[in-house]
């Protein structure tokens, strides 16, 4: 398994749609997680931290499934504001507890 | 406002010459970085410092070098060695937490080199 992988997608979805991205990971020790959203041409915003089961900010739902090794991102209810490549980060495997390992990302893309 | 820095914002190379892009941060992180983006593609790790007068290679550090003298500070020379360095090179910066749990990067908003 690659240590971080990710549907490169890209999705298209309808204004106001619900729409998940899953990302896995090979880390089994891994403790923390990210979602980063990039726009076109900028740098990486961190948008989630994740360090237990979940966590939920608004229309964002980040959800963590360590026995099967995955994370997932939820956006419901889609803004046109929301199309970005969505990053899925975990910490490196090689055993520092500060480098990270980017995803390539999934691009979203929400249309009216 | 506590951020990363990094200048210029566009930055042209010719043949054989040496050019050094700026990362300076103000958020008292002991960890900075260096990544490259290719378009389309994701970040690749050039160099990455725990802290200052020591740093280590990632995973495409060959024709690059960096330096770490102050702890707000991480320059990055791509070197006429480089042979491809047209990219997006992103600086980043994070906390290292005793407690052994991985902190978020912060990025500074980039560099666009072009070889001319």
């Known amino acids: 398994r690659k240590e971080v992988e990710q549907d490169p997608g890209p999705f298209n979805v309808p204004e106001g749609a619900t729409v998940a991205f899953n990302c896995t990971y090979s880390n089994s020790a891994s403790q923390s997680f990210f979602w980063y959203r990039q726009d076109c041409r900028k740098e990486p915003k961190l948008l989630m931290s994740v360090y237990s089961s979940g966590n939920e900010d608004g229309r964002f739902t980040a959800q963590l499934n360590r026995a099967s090794q995955y994370i997932s991102l939820l956006i419901r209810d889609s803004k046109l504001s929301d199309s970005a490549t969505y990053l899925c980060v975990v910490p490196n495997s090689g055993g520092s507890n500060y480098k990270l390992t980017f995803g390539k990302g999934t691009l979203l893309t929400v249309n009216p | 406002d506590g951020g990363i820095t990094q200048s210029p914002k566009y930055l042209f190379r010719k043949e054989g010459q040496n050019v050094t892009l700026s990362c300076e941060q103000n958020l008292n992180h002991d960890a900075m970085y260096w990544y490259r983006q290719d378009p389309g593609q994701g970040l690749r790790l050039i160099y990455y410092s725990q802290i200052v007068n020591d740093f280590q290679k990632g995973d495409i550090a060959e024709g690059y070098s960096v330096s770490r003298e102050k702890k707000e500070s991480f320059p990055l020379t791509v070197t006429s060695a480089q042979k491809n360095p047209t990219a997006f090179y992103l600086c980043?910066?994070?906390?290292?937490?005793?407690?052994?749990?991985?902190?978020?990067?912060?990025f500074g908003d980039g560099t666009r080199l072009s070889i001319l």
């Open positions: 980043a910066s994070s906390n290292i937490m005793l407690t052994g749990v991985n902190q978020p990067q912060h």
